[in-house]
C-alpha cells in the first residue's frame, strides 16, 4: 500500500494506479476505522480495479463546542488495517496540504441540508460537501463509497455531485453501503468509543426503540404517538437529549407525518457527551 500526504505525490500516484485503463474507486474516512469503514472497502474492491481510502479529521466540518480535539486519531492502526485489506492506495494529507494559507472557498447544497443534523450542526454539512468535492477533485475517483448511517451526508453528496457536474465519479457511481452494526444493534460508530461501559449498554436502547417505532407505523400505528414513545424510552434508558426522532422522505428527506410512503426514521441522541445517529427504513407489513 502506498502512503501519500503531499498532493503532487498523489497526483502521481494516482496516475500510476490507473495504468491500462484500470478503476479507481475512493472511500473517504476521518481515519478511527472500524468494521463499517472496512465494509466500505471490501465493497469498492468488489466494484473496482484499484481503491484509494482518504484519512482527514476535516476542521470545516465541526462546529464551536463539538470534539474537533478529541476525535480519535489512531493513523498507525488504521495503516495497518488497510494494509491487510489490500488498499492500494492511502492518502493522509495534513490540514495545511488540504487548506492552503488564504483558502476562501465553500459548498453549500441548500434545502436537502437544512433540518435532521443541519438544525443542530449549523455549518457541518457545508464543511462535508466542500471536502468531499476537494477529495473528489483530488482523487477524481470513478467510484467513491460511503456509509448509510450518514444518510443525510449522502444525499447531501449525491445533490453536489449532480449540481456540478462532476464527471469523476458521476452521480450514478456514488454507492451507499448498508449500516454496519454491532450484535446489540448499535449502529457502527467511531464516536462510540467514547461511550463508558455503562452508556454503552444503555444505547443498544436506540435501535430497539427505533424498531419498535417502525413496527407500530407499519402497523398502522400514528406516527406521532411511535416518536413521543421513543423518545421516552430512550429518557428512561438514560439518553439526556434527543435532538430529532421524524420520518422523513428517503430520496428528498422531506418531512412525513402520516402518509410514510418511502420513509426511513432518523434519530439523533445524545448520551453522556455523545452524540449519535442512526436511520432505518419503514418496511411495508410482510416484507
Not at 468531499?132 to 443525510?152: H, I, S, T, Y
Not at 414513545?229 to 430520496?251: I, K, T
Request: one cysteine or more; a negative charge.
Amino acid at each position: 500500500m502506498q502512503i501519500v500526504t503531499r498532493l503532487n505525490a498523489l497526483r502521481t500516484a494516482v496516475k500510476d494506479l490507473r495504468e491500462d485503463e484500470k478503476t479507481l474507486a475512493l472511500v473517504p474516512t476521518m481515519g478511527a476505522l472500524h468494521e463499517g469503514h472496512l465494509t466500505l472497502v471490501r465493497e469498492a474492491k468488489a466494484k473496482a480495479d484499484k481503491v484509494a481510502v482518504s484519512i482527514f479529521v476535516n476542521p470545516r466540518q465541526f462546529g464551536e463546542g463539538e470534539d474537533l480535539d478529541a476525535y480519535p486519531r489512531q493513523i498507525a492502526r488504521d495503516r495497518e488495517l488497510l494494509h491487510n485489506e489490500s488498499v492500494d492506495l492511502l492518502w493522509a494529507p495534513g490540514a495545511e496540504e488540504v487548506y492552503p494559507t488564504g483558502y476562501a472557498t465553500n459548498i453549500s447544497v441548500a434545502g436537502i441540508s437544512e433540518g435532521l443534523c443541519g438544525a443542530d450542526r449549523p455549518g457541518h454539512f457545508d464543511g462535508v460537501a466542500t471536502i468531499v468535492c476537494k477529495l473528489f477533485n483530488q482523487v477524481r475517483p470513478d467510484l467513491a463509497f460511503f456509509g448509510e448511517k450518514d444518510w443525510q451526508q449522502l444525499a447531501i453528496i449525491r445533490r453536489m455531485v449532480r449540481d456540478l457536474d462532476l464527471v469523476r465519479p458521476q452521480v450514478g457511481a456514488i454507492y451507499g453501503v448498508p449500516i454496519v452494526r454491532e450484535p446489540d444493534g448499535l449502529a457502527m460508530s467511531s464516536r462510540n468509543a467514547y461511550l463508558s461501559p455503562q452508556q454503552r449498554k444503555q444505547a443498544s436502547a436506540l435501535p430497539r426503540a427505533m424498531r419498535d417505532a417502525i413496527a407500530t407505523v407499519s402497523d398502522g400505528g400514528d406516527n406521532g404517538g411511535a416518536l413521543e414513545n421513543l423518545r421516552e424510552v430512550l429518557r428512561v434508558a438514560g439518553f439526556q437529549n434527543v435532538d430529532y426522532a421524524e420520518f422523513r422522505d428517503a430520496d428528498s428527506l422531506a418531512r412525513l407525518d402520516s402518509d410514510n410512503g418511502n420513509a426511513r426514521l432518523f434519530v439523533a441522541a445524545r448520551i453522556g457527551r455523545t452524540r449519535l445517529i442512526d436511520n432505518m427504513p419503514v418496511e411495508e407489513p410482510g416484507k
